[in-house]
């Protein structure tokens, strides 16, 4: 059963990574931009679920209005911190992106303290038994709200009509802005639901660990760059394959190259190895 | 001079460019024109390098340029001008050139460290943007200059590796008549100093008063090479280059 | 007096950090969020042969030698992937040293290494050897940008394909800074690991790659002087003012945002546009 019980942990926390890494390669398919501030919003979802919760007594709220605050603070960022950079060359918002990232933190930290905060009274950790494999509630609910995520995503940029503009844009820019897409607006669209999906992972990781820390977001971040690279920069479809990979990849390796790697080194290890064979990534485009 | 045999390059299925050939004589102008998406650049890039064809050959004199890297082949005679002006843009219009004046200096990246003169390319170079009528702008960084001047400073970037021939990929794109006609009385001047150049223009007014020989290409495909007026009146040309409508026209 | 001396120790060693990595990042244009890892490489290979009873001089020789030739491996993935990989590759190098390190026994794993041999220079020696290298550096620095190697990296930096089409040979040159980057990089981890007398993975983390990096740009990415100022006032300002050191992370993230936001060419650009404008105010004043 362990390779059963790895593989439905890999795609677990594969899940959580594609909800993270969709944002930021649709980031950077719109605007050429590595956004790794990302995973201070993934932070802050986590955050706002446990207080709204902790209020409310209920998490279906908090995780509703975590999503759509954090989905808000992401445009808040793009128009403050990468709409006046766009035009300089592409390290001047990633370094002003790593600058907000560990700022966010930072505040984290000092408003919420260096050890993080905790539910008052944890949801969803009851277990259930799927054919000899034991999942609590809430690794179930973190699969299925990823699989929800994802899906209505896919659909919605293949069927709604400002979803099909948003897909235009993020192959081609200024052959869309030429049909007559509205440009800014595909990119706050763009923003809120990076960002309120990577609110959703972190809300659902913080059940998972019944904890919010600062620092939560620090690993996911970066894996989440050598997570899109590897799907081919601006692939969601790649972006998600790649992510359940190093989900999966991360689950075996742990067991079996735990003596001459670190679990979170897989991912990158993963990454060099690909870029030596195939520079442009696993599943970019020709 | 430069020697282009039977090639041929496909992208990703289409065939860009179908079996072409040609030569260019020592000191001669010659001009490579055709409609756009004819398959020039794609044969200039073939010349450079950074396109490699599925079949044929080009020989620079007598060396085959086959397997060698850009830079190598820049370094063995060519200097090229681009249609899209690239300059560098943390250097002046003198540096831009007097960096690549400096080819001797550069040629070897770890000697390149011990060698910090730069007064001899300084003047060569001084002296190259005067024969282009740029001097003035000189001290100029690139991104303050209106087109006319990028476009004589790639030229002037070519001239400055002293190459055995020039590759000239649209230098009158973007200028008005006037700039256009002084430039390639500029190039004409250069040609009686010696220079060997291939030239790729759309400019057909210009093309057919400077150039001593043509070579047109429509569809990838060599369709005609000659003397300018020759050519020019061949029926498969115009009626495949110029199209009907320049018929009825004149 | 012991106090001033361990902090001037350490704004040397972070200048010679800074200095080597603006080598990379602001001669030759090549971005690098894992220059940590080469401090590490330098650091380890130093602490192991001198705890070894090889001497303090071939083994800090040896440490330059061994990020080097590590750092130009690293750059061979420079030439396969540009710019915005290239940034998530070196982030990614920098992980797997970590990774790999932490793993190691033989390495001392979590643990790290305690107890490096001392070099014997005393501590105010060891503060001249270190304010010596760091100036030799920043001398090397200044002669690189004036010669001819240092006029290519402006080009590659600028435009890597028009440069390759005036016939320069990029890769080569891209190594050559990758190489000399590294190789200082070890010879500040070296210097590190002596002073400080104990190393672990977390020493040459991503966070002490972007605190070297915050400095390079802060300072102004490509200018000798600035990179130097900055990473000098960088290193020692929280310890002086220990209240900030709590914020510190805090504050040089914040300088790296609204440095990128308001002045992308660092302190040294700022500085560049205030003597333009004197300078123009002059010429207005005295021409018109």
């Not at chain 1, 993270?20 to 790794?36: E, Q």
Request: hydrophobic share 50%.
């Amino acid at each position: 059963m362990l390779f059963f019980d790895l593989l439905v942990q890999g795609l677990l926390q594969g899940g959580i990574y594609a909800l993270i890494a969709i944002g930021l390669t649709l980031v950077y398919g719109l605007l050429r931009i590595l956004h790794v501030a990302h995973a201070g919003l993934y932070t802050l979802g986590g955050y706002i679920a446990i207080l709204i919760t902790n209020a409310t007594g209920s998490f279906t709220l908090g995780i509703t209005v975590s999503m759509v605050s954090v989905g808000f603070m992401g445009m808040v960022i793009y128009r403050l911190i990468y709409q006046p950079i766009l035009e300089k060359p592409p390290f001047v918002a990633l370094i002003a992106s790593i600058g907000l990232f560990i700022a966010m933190e930072e505040i984290y930290r000092i408003v919420f303290g260096a050890y993080g905060i905790t539910f008052a009274d944890a949801p969803l950790q009851g277990t259930l038994n799927i054919a000899g494999i034991y999942l609590r509630h809430c690794e179930i609910g973190a699969l299925l709200l990823a699989a929800l995520l994802i899906t209505s995503l896919s659909l919605f940029t293949r069927y709604s009509r400002i979803g099909i503009a948003w897909r235009a844009t993020v192959t081609d820019p200024g052959m869309s802005q030429s049909f007559g897409v509205d440009v800014i607006k595909v990119r706050y669209l763009n923003f809120f639901i990076g960002s309120a999906m990577a609110a959703g992972a972190g809300s659902m990781v913080a059940v998972m660990n019944n904890l919010v820390e600062p620092t939560m977001g620090s690993v996911p971040s970066y894996k989440a760059l050598a997570i899109i690279v590897l799907g081919g920069l601006g692939n969601v479809r790649g972006t998600v394959i790649a992510a359940l990979i190093i989900g999966v990849a991360e689950a075996f390796g742990t067991i079996y190259l735990g003596n001459i790697l670190d679990r979170d080194s897989i991912a990158f290890a993963l990454l060099i190895l690909v870029l030596m064979v195939k520079p442009t990534g696993l599943f970019s485009k020709g | 001079m430069l020697q282009v045999n039977n090639v041929t390059v496909v992208y990703g299925g289409v065939t860009a460019v179908m079996d072409v050939s040609f030569k260019v004589k020592d000191a001669e102008v010659m001009g490579l024109i055709g409609p756009n998406g004819a398959g020039k650049t794609t044969l200039m890039r073939v010349i450079t390098g950074t396109v490699k064809p599925v079949q044929g050959t080009v020989f620079l004199e007598s060396t085959p340029l086959e397997g060698k890297p850009p830079h190598k082949r820049i370094r063995l005679g060519i200097g090229l001008s681009q249609q899209i002006v690239h300059p560098f843009k943390s250097m002046t219009v003198l540096e831009n050139v007097a960096f690549v004046a400096g080819h001797g200096k550069t040629g070897h990246p770890v000697m390149s460290v011990f060698r910090h003169s730069r007064a001899k390319e300084k003047q060569k170079a001084m002296e190259i943007l005067h024969v282009l009528g740029i001097d003035k702008v000189a001290e100029a960084k690139p991104e303050n200059l209106p087109l006319g001047y990028l476009k004589r400073l790639e030229v002037a970037r070519a001239i400055a590796l002293e190459p055995k021939i020039l590759l000239l990929d649209e230098p009158l794109a973007g200028l008005n008549q006037l700039e256009a006609r002084q430039l390639a009385d500029k190039l004409l001047e250069l040609n009686q100093l010696g220079h060997t150049i291939l030239l790729i223009e759309h400019n057909l007014g210009e093309v057919i008063r400077i150039c001593d020989q043509l070579v047109v290409i429509d569809n990838g495909m060599k369709i005609g090479q000659g003397e300018p007026h020759k050519v020019m009146d061949d029926a498969v040309v115009r009626s495949a280059y110029l199209g009907e409508g320049h018929h009825a026209a004149s | 007096m012991q106090y001033e001396i361990s902090l001037l120790t350490i704004m040397g060693i972070s200048i010679i950090a800074a200095l080597s990595l603006n080598l990379i990042v602001g001669f030759c244009g090549q971005i690098s969020l894992g220059h940590a890892a080469f401090l590490g490489v330098g650091a380890y290979t130093s602490a192991m042969l001198t705890k070894a009873g090889v001497p303090f001089t071939a083994a800090v020789a040896a440490s330059m030698l061994m990020a080097g030739i590590i750092g130009t491996v690293v750059g061979f993935t420079s030439l396969r992937v540009r710019e915005d990989f290239l940034a998530i590759t070196t982030m990614g190098v920098g992980f797997l040293f970590l990774g790999i390190v932490r793993k190691q026994d033989f390495l001392g794993g979590e643990m790290g290494i305690a107890m490096i041999p001392d070099p014997g220079l005393g501590k105010v020696g060891y503060l001249v050897l270190v304010l010596l290298l760091a100036a030799t550096l920043a001398l090397f620095s200044i002669y690189l940008k004036r010669s001819w190697m240092g006029f290519t990296f402006d080009a590659v930096a600028d435009d890597e394909d028009t440069a390759n089409l005036v016939g320069i040979d990029v890769s080569s040159y891209k190594l050559i800074a990758f190489a000399m980057g590294t190789a200082f990089a070890g010879l500040a981890g070296a210097l590190y690991a002596h002073n400080i007398k104990f190393i672990d993975p977390e020493s040459f983390g991503f966070v002490e790659s972007i605190t070297i990096l915050s400095m390079v740009v802060i300072g102004g990415t490509g200018s000798v002087w600035g990179v130097t100022i900055a990473a000098g006032v960088l290193s020692i300002f929280p310890m002086w003012f220990q209240f900030i050191d709590d914020y510190k992370l805090l504050v040089y993230g914040g300088l790296l945002c609204m440095i990128m936001l308001f002045s992308p060419d660092g302190l040294s650009g700022i500085f560049g546009r205030f003597l333009n404008t004197i300078r123009g105010k002059n010429f207005n004043a005295s021409g018109q």
